[in-house]
């Protein structure tokens, strides 16, 4: 134990004397790198969360994932923390028709974000942050939260899902040239244009259509609202989208 302790030391030493940059994505520190990660980051490690799930015919999978983990990589680069790999186990069971689609059990879903959650906090980091741009995920997260208080812990674990300012949605308003939307539209897309742009065939945009089908009553509360109103899991328009 002395051993690894001393083995510490020597790590958070070179690091301070040489200046050399930790990376900030988890899976990329070695093992001697991720002590003085944990100690620099003053025990904060990011989840960026998201879903595998059909967006239109012109952007992946993947895209709210892909999202999720730049935004976390890019305020980990201002504030230094870490940031976990890819989560991509989500609440999406009203995707299920569409190809492509990963729906896990909602029992594994808790039990993949609990255990998830409490292996970061064995590797010393207490204060975790779940950063979500999946909308099926939002009441998932919020109860996991709440019912943290259930079983004594020593870590907390904050759900966060991005959102802008009133000067920046003013702002990205006035940019854009469509009013509706909410899922792979101008603005999902854009922001895959600035992310992953090798993976945008914006050309596709217009090969569904991205309108609300009301296939069933705006008020029913069910739990195929969503897809009664986007069967083909796109709303809004996304041919104007640009990478600025």
Not at 44 to 66: A, F, R, S
Not at 134 to 160: R, T
């Amino acid at each position: 134990m002395k051993s690894v302790f001393v083995l510490s030391a020597i790590v958070l030493f070179s690091f301070s004397v040489h200046g050399q940059k930790i990376p900030v994505a988890w899976e990329e520190l070695t093992a001697s790198e991720f002590v003085a990660a944990a100690k620099k980051s003053e025990g904060v490690c990011i989840v960026p969360l998201g879903v595998i799930e059909k967006h239109g015919q012109h952007l992946p999978l993947g895209t709210d994932v892909y999202t999720a983990r730049e935004i976390s990589r890019r305020a980990a680069e201002k504030e230094y923390c870490i940031v976990y790999p890819y989560f991509f186990m989500g609440q999406n069971f009203i995707a299920m028709p569409q190809p492509g689609t990963i729906a896990y059990t909602s029992e594994l879903l808790f039990k993949l974000l609990d255990e998830t959650c409490r292996e970061i906090a064995r590797n010393g980091m207490k204060k975790i942050i779940l950063v979500n741009t999946h909308g099926g995920n939002d009441n998932f997260l919020k109860y996991f939260c709440q019912i943290q208080p259930e079983s004594p812990k020593d870590y907390v674990v904050y759900a966060v899902k991005p959102e802008v300012d009133e000067a920046t949605d003013k702002k990205i308003k006035e940019m854009r040239k469509t009013t509706t939307g909410g899922h792979a539209d101008e603005v999902e897309a854009s922001s895959m244009l600035a992310v992953r742009p090798d993976l945008v065939k914006i050309d596709r945009a217009t090969s569904e259509s991205g309108a609300n089908q009301k296939l069933l009553p705006l008020g029913d509360l069910t739990g195929m609202r969503w897809y009664g109103q986007y069967p083909n899991h796109y709303a809004g328009d996304a041919k104007d989208a640009t990478a600025t």
